[in-house]
């Protein structure tokens, strides 16, 4: 268990929707990353908080937004689903994350699956 | 901007035998982590080991143990005395000096299979 939790840990939804992924950093990280697993792209980050901010953006869509909250929990939004977006989004945390001895810990991932 | 290769989709061990996973990576930076981390069937993602590039002693967890050729760009994993719960996907990350580079940036995997 690495510490790091997301829910839920499936949701299946329709094109069009709109969904919200949560996810809690172990104890004390105050970075939060978020990153996307499917077929064919691999994983890919998508985004990043620290504390609050952003710090830093990867291949995300407009149609994705995420932030983190006052008690370091984040959210990741996804709108306007569509097929391809279905994939495993998972969570890491660290520390600072803005070191590079830091270790990130994965979450357990949610499965999204678009109908 | 960076990348990293892992150039064999599939490999097969030997329950007790030892394999070597193959990763390459190219950047421009010269202090960055390399990591190998562990994706089995329940998905979740396990750090396996790693290493430091300013390090030039290469970085051993137990069974697992890697060969870091920096010139080379090169970061292979080495498993010795493969188990049968060594049967995952297995993805190779670099993470770059920090702030904005620090997320990491994955290969495609290569999936691990243990005859018994």
């Known amino acids: 268990d690495s510490g790091v939790t997301q829910t839920p840990k499936h949701l299946i939804t329709a094109t069009g929707q709109r969904v919200t992924l949560r996810c809690s950093p172990r104890?004390?990280?105050?970075?939060v990353y978020w990153y996307q697993q499917s077929l064919d792209q691999g994983l890919q980050f998508l985004i990043q908080?620290?504390?609050?901010?952003?710090?830093a953006k990867g291949n995300i869509l407009e149609r994705f937004s995420a932030q983190q909250f006052p008690d370091l929990h984040s959210e990741l939004n996804l709108s306007s689903l569509e097929l391809g977006d279905s994939a495993l989004y998972f969570c890491?945390?660290?520390?600072?994350?803005?070191?590079?001895?830091?270790?990130?810990?994965f979450g357990p991932g949610t499965r999204l699956l678009v109908l | 901007a960076q990348t990293v290769t892992q150039s064999q989709p599939e490999m097969s061990v030997q329950e007790a035998e030892t394999v070597t996973l193959s990763c390459t990576y190219d950047?421009?930076?010269?202090?960055?982590?390399l990591f190998w981390y562990k994706q089995p069937p329940s998905r979740q993602m396990i750090l396996v080991i790693r290493?430091?590039?300013?390090?030039?002693q290469n970085a051993t967890e137990n069974r697992f143990s890697v060969n870091f050729q920096k010139a080379a760009k090169s970061f292979s994993l080495k498993i010795s005395d493969s188990q049968l719960g060594d049967a995952a996907m297995y993805f190779c990350?670099?993470?770059?000096?920090?702030?904005?580079?620090?997320?990491?940036?994955f290969g495609k995997g290569t999936k691990l299979s243990v005859k018994p």
């Open positions: 990350a670099y993470r770059g000096p920090g702030g904005s580079q620090g997320n990491l940036i």
């Open positions: 290493q430091e590039a300013y390090k030039q």
């Open positions: 104890s004390g990280d105050l970075s």
């Open positions: 950047t421009s930076e010269s202090d960055y982590y």
């Open positions: 908080y620290y504390n609050g901010e952003e710090r």
């Open positions: 890491a945390s660290s520390v600072r994350g803005g070191t590079r001895k830091e270790t990130q810990y």
